[in-house]
């Protein structure tokens, strides 16, 4: 009955062909193809079986979905407002990050049946991290098995609201010959999964290592597949954690959980502003205050750049929590539109706190960042910068402007530096004093 071959899966993206190639033609990675084998089993009784049916739109289920709050608010409010029903959740993050504490202490609030099924640590150690988080739960179990047939007739037995399933790179199907973490067992453990959720109702959360591409290991497919992929992202060396939501059937994708690695575990950031301005060196050159939109919450950070002159060969560009092109892009305007002379300089950049920004409207102070590293000129501690910087220099607007410039307002600074575009829709009257500024060098000049 089951016949076997053997195929050739892309470990980026899941592609796969018969034919072992060197580069994926779908990635364009080269050297990613594994070879894998494959079981194809017959299987006409399923389709027999099937029950599907077809039904109109206007006959809408009476009941609204149902959501399991965590009650760590940073938690659900990415979720789109707590674990709904019958989904499937991918939470993945670097080795180390703390993804086994985050979903351990957010399955501790559950007041509902939690079945935690461990493949990589002993019971003893999840165990011992419950005491060191001084976690008390009468609801939350504990499973440690790789078999994923094993698991699913355990959960049908125990009949939990969720399951969480650490990690899913550590599961195997034994219906397939391969080892576990590899592709195919990868992806078949959760289609497995995937199903028995949407039968039973029982929400899932697979938590995955991430490889150092920034890809849940090995399929990008398993993306695809699941209604919910968190990422749980920070650097090690710092103690802030940032949850974001990549993917979300049942809700957006913009906000984003903020947290804090304690001795005591992960401890929600409600204010993050403050925080990432609490180490703020005073006056200083090359750093530079900004407000930026995080999923629907404002957050101020600092920027701060190093530029020196480069004696050797290629001067350097690196960044830290900034998009390195981007980076380049602004220091080519720099260059050419406000008459800087960067292009034998060194240019290191941070977004100080471990924090990465991926909206444009903080172009403008990366540039201030840069120009005041390199003119050593100082910006105000009270002032704050904000604007998208244009090929040709323009200073253009951004969204949300108003919730920005409260922020601003709450956190004490006094001037803005803003787009001139965003002055027209400006209702509010408040007591900080408004900069509007047209283009980039108008706004050197100004700031310095
Ligand atoms: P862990 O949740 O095991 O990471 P992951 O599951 O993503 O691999 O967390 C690992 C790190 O977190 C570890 O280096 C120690 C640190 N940590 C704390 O700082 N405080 C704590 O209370 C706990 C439980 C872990
Ligand atoms: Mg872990």
Not at 39 to 46: F, H, I, L, W
Request: glycine share 8%.
């Amino acid at each position: 009955m089951a016949k076997s071959r053997v195929k050739y899966i892309c470990t980026e993206c899941g592609f796969d062909t018969i034919k072992w190639v060197g580069k994926c033609p779908q990635c364009e990675n080269w050297n990613t193809f594994a070879e894998e084998i494959i079981e194809e089993v017959k299987n006409k009784r399923a389709v027999e079986k099937s029950t599907s049916e077809i039904i109109p739109l206007s006959r809408q289920p009476d009941e609204d979905e149902t959501r399991l709050e965590t009650m760590i608010s940073e938690f659900d409010r990415v979720l789109g407002g707590g674990i709904v029903a019958g989904s499937v959740i991918l939470l993945g993050g670097d080795p180390g990050i703390g993804k086994s504490t985050l979903i351990m202490q957010a399955a501790a609030k559950l007041t509902t049946k939690c079945l935690y099924v461990t493949g990589e640590e002993s019971i003893r150690q999840i165990n011992l991290r419950a005491k060191r988080l001084k976690l008390e739960s009468e609801s939350l179990h504990l499973l440690a098995e790789t078999n994923v047939d094993a698991i699913l007739r355990h959960v049908k037995k125990f009949n939990p609201e969720t399951v969480i399933i650490d990690s899913i790179q550590t599961m195997f199907h034994p219906g397939l010959d391969n080892a576990p973490g590899t592709v195919t067992q990868i992806r078949e453990s959760t289609s497995h999964i995937m199903q028995f959720a949407k039968q039973n109702g029982i929400a899932f959360v697979l938590i995955g290592h991430v490889t150092k591409e920034g890809f849940i290991a090995g399929p990008k497919v398993l993306e695809h597949m699941v209604d919910t992929v968190l990422q749980f992202e920070g650097e090690k060396s710092h103690s802030y954690r940032i949850l974001r939501a990549q993917k979300n059937r049942f809700g957006s994708t913009n906000e984003i959980g903020i947290f804090e690695m304690r001795d005591s575990g992960l401890a929600e950031v409600k204010n993050p502003s403050e925080i990432f301005l609490s180490e703020r060196e005073g006056e200083i050159s090359g750093s530079v205050i900004t407000a930026t939109i995080e999923g629907t919450r404002p957050v101020l950070l600092e920027v701060q750049a190093l530029v020196t002159s480069s004696n050797y060969g290629n001067p350097q560009r690196v960044s830290t929590g900034f998009d390195t092109k981007r980076l380049s892009i602004l220091l080519a305007v720099l260059e050419k539109r406000a008459g800087l002379h960067l292009s034998a300089q060194n240019v290191f950049l941070n977004i100080a706190g471990g924090i990465r920004i991926l909206e444009p409207a903080v172009d403008l102070a990366i540039c201030a960042s840069i120009a005041s590293s390199l003119l050593n000129k100082i910006a105000s501690t009270k002032t704050i910068v904000i604007g998208e910087v244009g090929l040709g220099g323009e200073v253009r607007s951004v969204g949300n402007i108003e919730k920005r410039i409260q922020e601003a307002e709450k956190l004490g600074f006094e001037n803005i530096y803003l787009p001139q575009n965003n002055m027209k829709n400006l209702v509010r009257k408040n007591h900080l004093s408004l900069i509007p500024v047209r283009n980039i060098s108008d706004a050197i000049e100004e700031l310095y």
